[in-house]
């Protein structure tokens, strides 16, 4: 008799931003093991598992961009040649964006990136 056991599990990132993960497994039952404890065991698996994998897609605290840094960035840059400023705001409307606040996570390292290369 096989079992199976599946779960799906969804995290908010902020920004109108989710992941969903979904980890399922399916497993014949053992010989010397009963319904129950295959069930248990799969879902100990399944569990742990999602855990794993929640802990290695979700960035970090450390890893996260602060807004206020880039911003200082930016700040910078405009000071140091004010033709900047156009190169930036076409940097930002490559990303359908009008200001720093508008950029999801994903988007603020890209434009981080391009920043450091100005």
Not at 12 to 30: H, Q
């Amino acid at each position: 008799m096989k079992i199976k056991y599946s779960k799906r599990e969804t995290r908010n990132l902020g920004n109108y931003e989710n992941v969903t993960i979904e980890v399922s497994v399916e497993d014949e039952v053992g010989l010397t093991e009963s319904n129950d404890e295959c069930f248990l065991r799969l879902k100990t698996f399944v569990n742990e598992r999602l855990a794993t994998e929640f802990n290695a897609k979700l960035p970090k605290d450390e890893d996260k961009l602060d807004i206020e840094e880039v911003k200082n960035k930016f700040v910078n840059l405009i000071k140091k040649d004010k033709n900047n400023r156009d190169v930036i705001k076409n940097i930002l409307n490559s990303y359908n964006a009008t200001k720093i606040q508008d950029l999801n996570s994903v988007d603020l390292e890209k434009f981080n990136i391009e920043l450091g290369s100005l």
